[in-house]
């Protein structure tokens, strides 16, 4: 198997997400700090994607234009771009 090229996942911004079903907010990938269901929407989607039981200190690898606050139960996300 060849080795996976981590370069492009290296962010330079990190910040709290404050989540919200109205406001954008693009991410390259997310940190989930408290377990729980994660909420979003896939950049060039407009459909809603739920994660669910994202355990506490997993990453989810996905550029996402929003991280919804309906059905969102996670806590302490943190998003990186």
Same mark, same amino acid.
């Given at each position: 198997?060849?080795? /996976?090229? &981590?370069?492009?996942?290296?962010?330079?911004?990190?910040?709290?997400?404050? @989540?919200?079903? $109205?406001?954008?907010?693009?991410? $390259?990938? &997310?940190? #989930?700090?408290?377990?729980?269901?994660?909420? !979003? =929407?896939?950049?060039? /989607?407009? $459909?809603? !994607? #739920?994660? /669910? /039981? #994202?355990?506490?200190?997993?990453? =989810?690898? &996905?550029? !996402?234009?929003? #991280?919804?606050?309906?059905?969102? $139960?996670? @806590?302490?996300? !943190?998003?990186?771009?």
């Amino acid at each position: 198997m060849a080795a /996976s090229n &981590l370069s492009g996942q290296i962010a330079d911004f990190a910040q709290a997400v404050t @989540t919200s079903d $109205t406001a954008s907010n693009q991410y $390259t990938y &997310l940190y #989930v700090g408290g377990a729980g269901n994660v909420s !979003v =929407i896939p950049e060039g /989607s407009d $459909t809603a !994607v #739920v994660y /669910s /039981s #994202v355990p506490a200190g997993q990453y =989810i690898f &996905l550029r !996402v234009s929003k #991280v919804n606050a309906t059905d969102t $139960t996670a @806590t302490n996300i !943190v998003g990186h771009r």
